[in-house]
């Protein structure tokens, strides 16, 4: 009984760390970074520095998509050799 309490709170702490922001989250976390550069809202700086965070975020993504196994060597395809005695 005592250890599945504790899988349990286990998988509830694990699951709580997962959440994915929202669109409008990620937004006020990119200003609150580029403010913190000392840009200014609404000046072409902090504009360009959104705009920064948002094109290495999607380099991640794609990074991170091609850094497959199977993206890392050529594949290759033979016909099966069939032998018989």
């Keep these: 009984m005592r250890a599945s309490l504790i899988v349990a709170m286990t998988v509830l702490v694990l699951a ?5 922001m929202t669109p409008q ?12 550069y ?3 809202k609404g000046s072409d700086a902090f504009a360009s520095c959104l705009l920064q965070l948002d ?6 993504r794609r990074a991170a998509l091609y850094s ?3 993206y890392d060597q050529p594949w290759v395809i033979y016909p099966p050799v069939v032998v018989r005695p």
């Design 55 to 60: 094109l290495d975020r999607r380099a991640t």
């Design 25 to 36: 989250e990620r937004r006020a976390a990119d200003e609150a970074t580029c403010k913190s």
């Design 16 to 20: 709580a760390g997962c959440k994915t």
């Design 68 to 70: 497959d196994p199977f």
């Design 38 to 40: 000392g840009f200014r």
